[in-house]
């Protein structure tokens, strides 16, 4: 009985959704690797790398790649290889505002910037959810060969947005892509 009780306890922290992470973090499958904060918590998930400090509903940062041969899903708009990197954020900001999600979007900022020495944009905008909760986000992204690499902060406006920007900075700024995304 005491066996079985701890094999249960094993199965059952081996399964965790979330787990405390902290420092850098290889992608061997994406590509890419990443500096993350100290602390926070990584969301169990083949799909994308989502990590938190408080909870997803207050801030997260993500990190994805995209296959730009994939449709997107509110938008009939396509990435392709030879756009630039602002005539891919406008294929990005037309999903992002076409989300029934999505309400009262504002684009505060849409910029190129460089990530691991690629061109890329970075999208500062805020929006509103369904039940009227403020949210600030900031998108950025770059691309390479069929991929799109993004790198995306979101937080409740009041208090966690200006909490954890420098996090997410940190985070942005760190990421590299292996030798076999390059």
């Not at 396509?78 to 406008?90: D, F, N, R, T």
């Not at 905008?125 to 991929?147: E, H, M, P, V």
């Not at 979101?154 to 985070?171: G, I, K, L, P, S």
């Amino acid at each position: 009985m005491k066996r079985c009780c701890v094999l249960i306890l094993i199965l059952l922290v081996s399964c965790a959704p979330w787990m405390k992470v902290g420092g850098v973090y290889k992608n061997t499958k994406e590509q890419y690797s990443v500096d993350l904060p100290q602390d926070w918590m990584k969301f169990n998930s083949n799909e994308q790398l989502l990590v938190s400090r408080d909870g997803p509903l207050l801030q997260n940062i993500i990190v994805e790649r995209v296959d730009i041969n994939e449709e997107l899903e509110h938008t009939k708009k396509k990435l392709q290889k030879s756009m630039l990197p602002q005539e891919a954020s406008e294929v990005i900001i037309d999903n992002i505002s076409s989300d029934s999600e999505v309400l009262n979007f504002n684009i505060i900022e849409n910029i190129p910037i460089t990530i691991d020495l690629y061109p890329g944009f970075k999208i500062f905008f805020t929006y509103n959810n369904k039940d009227g909760l403020n949210f600030r986000s900031i998108y950025c992204g770059f691309l390479s060969g069929d991929w799109l690499y993004t790198i995306k902060y979101t937080a409740a406006d009041r208090h966690y947005f200006q909490n954890d920007v420098a996090e997410f900075e940190h985070v942005l700024n760190s990421f590299r892509l292996l030798s076999e995304g390059k």
